[in-house]
C-alpha cells in the first residue's frame, strides 16, 4: 500500500507569492495534519482535518489555510509568501477517530519551499 | 502550552554501543508518545507509539518508555549500527508537540 504521498518535493517562489502544497493519506485515513520544520527544528503543528472539518489549528497568521476533499486528500494554502517561510512542509495521516487524539502519525516525505 | 525537551541535543557513539535518548514533557496530561526517526532532507519514519496507558514498548532493538508522572520518556537502542545515525524525535500528542530532536551519529 503507498504511503502518505506529498508534491510537489520541491518548489521555489519569491516574496509575495502563493503556494499550493498537496497530500494524500494513507488509505482508509481520514485525519490529515500539517507541520512546518524549519531548518534544525522540530515539526511545528499548523492544522488537522478529519472527515473534511479543521479539528485543530496551530500558531500561524491567517495567510496559512488548508481544506481536505471528499477523498480525504488535503491542500496546504499560503498566501503572501515571506523569507521565512521557507521550511519543509510536512503532512501526516492517522485513521483516529479521536478528534483531539490523532492517534499514531504517518508522514510523507515533505515539500521543500524555498522563498527568495 | 506543552513544551517538549530533547537531551542532548547530538550524540556520537562507537558502533555497538548501547545508547538512550531523552525526551521531558511539561504537560503530563497526555494522550500518547511517539517516537520518529528522521534523515536529512526527509519526512519522519514513525519507530514506537506508547499510549498513555502504556508504560514501554519494544521494537527490535528500540525500547521505549514512558514515565506521565515525570513528564519523561526514553528511548533505548541496543547494539548501535551506523544505519542508526539520524536525527530522533519524539512528539507527545494530542495534536503533537514535537521536540528539537537528537542527532545520533554512530561511528563504525
Known amino acids: 500500500d503507498a504511503g502518505v504521498t506529498q508534491s510537489p518535493t520541491h518548489l521555489i517562489k519569491t516574496r509575495g507569492q502563493h503556494v499550493t502544497l498537496r497530500c494524500s493519506p494513507i488509505?482508509?485515513?481520514?485525519?490529515v495534519s500539517w507541520y512546518q520544520q524549519v531548518l534544525g527544528q522540530g515539526p511545528q503543528f499548523i492544522f488537522q482535518?478529519?472527515?473534511?472539518?479543521?479539528?485543530g489549528r496551530g500558531n500561524f497568521p491567517d495567510r496559512f489555510s488548508a481544506r481536505q476533499f471528499p477523498n480525504y486528500s488535503s491542500e496546504l494554502n499560503v498566501n503572501a509568501l515571506l523569507l521565512g517561510d521557507s521550511a519543509l512542509y510536512l503532512c501526516?495521516?492517522?485513521?483516529?477517530?479521536?478528534?483531539?487524539?490523532?492517534?499514531?502519525?504517518?508522514f510523507g516525505e515533505g515539500s521543500r519551499l524555498t522563498v527568495l | 502550552k506543552q513544551e517538549v525537551t530533547q537531551i542532548p541535543a547530538a550524540l556520537s557513539v562507537p558502533e555497538g554501543e548501547n545508547l538512550v535518548l531523552n525526551c521531558s514533557f511539561t504537560?503530563?496530561?497526555?494522550?500518547?508518545l511517539q517516537w520518529f526517526r528522521q534523515d536529512p532532507g526527509k519526512g519522519l519514519t514513525s519507530l514506537l507509539l506508547?499510549?498513555?496507558?502504556?508504560r514501554e514498548q519494544t521494537s527490535g532493538r528500540l525500547n521505549a518508555s514512558l514515565d506521565k508522572s515525570s513528564g519523561r520518556s526514553t528511548l533505548y537502542i541496543a547494539a548501535s549500527q551506523p544505519g542508526d545515525s539520524a536525527t530522533y524525535l519524539c512528539?507527545?500528542?494530542?495534536?503533537?508537540?514535537f521536540g528539537t530532536g537528537t542527532s545520533l551519529t554512530v561511528i563504525p
Open positions: 512528539a507527545v500528542g494530542g495534536q503533537f508537540y
Open positions: 501526516a495521516s492517522s485513521f483516529s477517530q479521536v478528534t483531539s487524539n490523532t492517534g499514531e502519525l504517518f
Open positions: 488509505s482508509g485515513h481520514k485525519s
Open positions: 482535518y478529519y472527515e473534511k472539518e479543521e479539528r
Open positions: 506508547i499510549q498513555s496507558s502504556q
Open positions: 504537560d503530563s496530561a497526555i494522550y500518547n
